[in-house]
């Protein structure tokens, strides 16, 4: 028997919990300080954010309002939105032999529903269904 035979032997035979070796990982240290406020941490930073614009702004101007970032977001979501439409209204007219032409999107990443588009067709099964259904019953209570 080798010595890898011996050191598997002896990894498998021993319990569950003992089998492998840990090598302990270094403990990292722990500074005794008191914990910062609220406007210490922000003057921190503040300070690691120098050459941000925005933190520049906010230094010389005060914290930006909320309603501002709404109102931002809110420009920016109608420019895509207007340049999403310009881009499908000056798209190229298809070409008649192109075998894939150009998918207008579909609204909210959902396919349509089918019961919009069909409806006559789905009533049309039920009713079906429906009067199969009470001619079974009748012949059945006929030859019973």
Do not use: Y
Request: aromatic share 6%; net charge positive; hydrophobic share 40%.
């Amino acid at each position: 028997m080798t010595a890898v035979d011996t050191r598997v032997r002896s990894v498998l035979a021993a319990p569950h919990g003992a089998r492998f070796t840990r090598t302990p990982a270094p403990t990292p240290r722990r500074f005794a300080t008191a914990p910062e406020t609220f406007a210490e941490r922000e003057q921190r930073l503040i300070r690691q954010m120098s050459g941000n614009p925005r933190v520049a702004h906010r230094i010389r101007n005060g914290a930006v309002p909320e309603w501002m970032a709404v109102d931002k977001d809110r420009r920016e979501h109608a420019e895509r939105k207007a340049k999403q439409a310009k881009r499908w209204e000056t798209a190229p007219a298809p070409d008649p032999g192109d075998p894939f032409p150009p998918r207008k999107p579909r609204g909210r990443h959902r396919a349509p529903h089918w019961w919009r588009s069909e409806w006559a067709a789905s009533t049309l099964t039920f009713g079906m269904a429906l009067a199969a259904g009470m001619v079974v019953s009748h012949i059945t209570a006929l030859l019973l």
